[in-house]
């Protein structure tokens, strides 16, 4: 079954305390990891598309990794600002052809000032 | 702004009724898929439309039915409502049928009394 998992499912930080979060994945023939970006009540914002392994993304404080098998979301030196839930998905293979995305539960970021 | 339109913004209604949810894509995507979200559970797929043509369905209830209209709007229909429909609903919309980002709206909140 497709699948993609997040942790932890809650993260606490001070400002400027650097970590990462997890994304692992068993989407059969995954083609593309994506991360969002969601602040309570709102839709998901996309951040980043991942294709292929050892591949990296950035944006401002972020960095999003690719492995075979998992996806790494930097986080350095956060601010407040950077407080939301931050969800990662793939695509679910349609007989070849990519269809909707599935998504983990995400992972909900608190950075304290 | 994503750019992709969903209204009403809150709906408020009554166990057994039958409401629609309207939904505008971003301007030349030509797929807009459902999503429901509630407070236990995650990012659910419902429905994928393309071009007017329905291309993939996930858990979505017999209850609910949805459609896209040649202007690519789309409507998503909540009949004989239970009060575990309340929940979030976005709709988003991407370039072509096979996923590549894919772009959210700021949802619609339907509560259930």
């Known amino acids: 079954e497709d699948q993609v998992t997040q942790s932890p499912e809650a993260l606490r930080l001070q400002e400027g305390e650097s970590s990462s979060l997890n994304c692992s994945y068993t989407v059969s023939g995954l083609r593309g990891l994506f991360w969002y970006r969601q602040d309570p009540g709102k839709g998901p914002e996309f951040l980043f598309t991942l294709y292929s392994a050892g591949e990296e993304k950035e944006k401002e404080r972020l960095k999003a990794t690719l492995t075979k098998k998992e996806s790494f979301l930097h986080i350095t030196a956060p601010k407040p600002e950077d407080s939301a839930t931050y969800l990662c998905?793939?695509?679910?293979?349609?007989?070849?052809?990519?269809?909707?995305?599935?998504f983990g539960k995400g992972t909900k970021l608190s950075v304290k000032p | 702004d994503s750019g992709v339109t969903q209204t009403p913004k809150h709906l408020i209604t009554a166990t057994g009724q039958r409401v629609t949810l309207r939904c505008s894509p971003r301007?030349?995507?030509?797929?807009v898929y459902w999503y429901q979200q509630s407070l236990d559970q995650g990012l659910q797929f419902l429905i994928q439309y393309y071009n007017g043509e329905e291309r993939a369905k996930g858990n979505i209830l017999e209850r609910f039915s949805a459609q896209q209209f040649p202007d690519l709007h789309s409507e998503l229909n909540l009949s004989s409502l239970e009060l575990g429909d309340s929940a979030l609903y976005f709709c988003?919309?991407?370039?072509?049928?096979?996923?590549?980002?894919?772009?959210f709206g700021q949802g619609t909140r339907l509560t259930v009394v």
């Open positions: 998905a793939g695509p679910v293979n349609y007989g070849g052809s990519q269809g909707n995305l599935i």
């Open positions: 301007s030349g995507d030509l797929s």
């Open positions: 988003a919309s991407s370039v072509g049928g096979a996923v590549t980002e894919a772009f």
